[in-house]
């Protein structure tokens, strides 16, 4: 494995591979000294083209953990903003000599192309709508967590999917590892032709949330995209909270086991109510201490565990 650009490149076990080297990287946020002296002398360079919080700062803390030297950059402060190429700008980055470029992108497959140009190690770290294959991965991590073997479980994914690249990798890798999924949205929020859009089979669409909740393990909320909206896709906010947002009532509605998630950054009060995101059952918190440990464990399949190609 030397790319992770999507999850549809990687098999049910790489997939299992990563979760399981990430319960052990995992531990290393409980010490006092986090160091591990794995990936020294190796170099990481964040390169984002579009903002990021928690994906940013935990590929940084995972390199760092990991004794990596991890760089980062944005568009903004490099000559990209001089008019030179994004082929340029990344042949300079990798010329210095980087083991890895972990790469956020408005550009629908950037990484991958990318990918072709350079010599180093390419992360897709959010490519336009496309994937998040890091993101789907931490998903899985904290579901498997809460839940089990998520083999038969039954994860509905709900909200702005035409918009979102967490739900193509969260639908790849969930239905890679065995779980029935749902797909709830409004009409205009669907993706047109979703089964082929996809690239997998084997979930259901529905654009009734109250009918999906009562039958869920899980219940995947997925941020309201406004930046990428061109148009008027529903009547307003207040609509799409009573519709399709997680509302108090609409919590009373899952099943006692069932379990919340939600990528962040969150719009409390739009896709999510302020108890159902602050509920017990919420994972929100979760998920982002995973995505240290599956960073970690990412960043070891690729630069070095078995079969790298480093
Ligand atoms: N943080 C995730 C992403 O970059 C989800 C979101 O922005 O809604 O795609």
New binding site residues.
Partial sequence: MKHLLSIADLTREEIVSILDTAVSMHEVQDRDVKKLPTLRGRTIINFFFED?T??RASFEIAGKWMSADTINLTGKGTSISKGESLRDTVLTIDAMGVDMMIVRHPASGAPAQIADWVDCSIVNA?DGTHE?PS?ALLDAYTLRRALGDLDGRHVAIVGDLTH???LRSNLLSLRALGAAVTLVAPPTLMPAGVASWAGVDGFETSYDLDEVLPRVDAVMM??V?RERMSGGYFPTAREYAVTYGLTPRRLALLPDHAVITH???MNRGLEISAEAADAARSLVLDQVSAGVAVRMSILYHLLAGEGSTQ
Avoid: D, F, I, K
């Fill in positions: 990021s928690r994906t959010g998040h993101q979102s690249r967490v997925l941020r995209q990528p962040g950054p």
